[in-house]
């Protein structure tokens, strides 16, 4: 893929505990996809790296302390406030306690499976498609 200079950067989190993946349910007063299920994640701040932001939006965001295995997907889309953008998402795994504790940017989590994820709504077809080619992908 050729360099390209981005306005901003963001990231999300596919993190799997025992076969299943988080996901967090956006507030429902939120700007973008309010009550929409999600991956954890957001966007990094001046000089973070994708790592570093990935581990301190799941801090934030859901309380757990993650490490990043690797980036598995890439979606580079122009948002109406912020410009040209890139999420990257990653195969996370937690380390510790897998004790979820959300932000106010969520009101709800649920760890799912493959077959449980078809089933959570709403959901954009894009996240649906990221956290199924996360199942995909996470090591055995």
């Known amino acids: 893929m050729e360099d390209r200079k981005y306005d901003n950067i963001s990231v999300s989190a596919f993190i799997y505990l025992d076969g299943k993946a988080l ?31 990935i581990v301190r939006e799941v801090q934030e965001e859901a309380g757990l302390i993650i490490e990043p295995v690797r980036s598995y997907n890439e979606y580079e889309f122009t948002h ?45 077809d894009y996240m649906r498609e990221v956290i199924q080619k996360g199942f995909s992908e996470i090591p055995h």
């Open 23 to 53: 996901i967090a349910k956006r507030e429902d007063g939120d700007s973008f996809l309010p009550g929409y299920w999600e991956q954890v994640g957001g966007k990094a701040d001046p000089g973070e790296t994708q790592e570093q932001a």
């Open 80 to 124: 109406r406030e912020k410009g040209l953008m890139c999420e990257y998402a990653y195969i996370c795994k937690v380390v510790g306690e897998p004790t979820v504790s959300l932000s106010e940017e969520h009101t709800d989590y649920k760890w799912v499976n493959p077959e449980e994820l078809e089933q959570i709504r709403p959901m954009s």
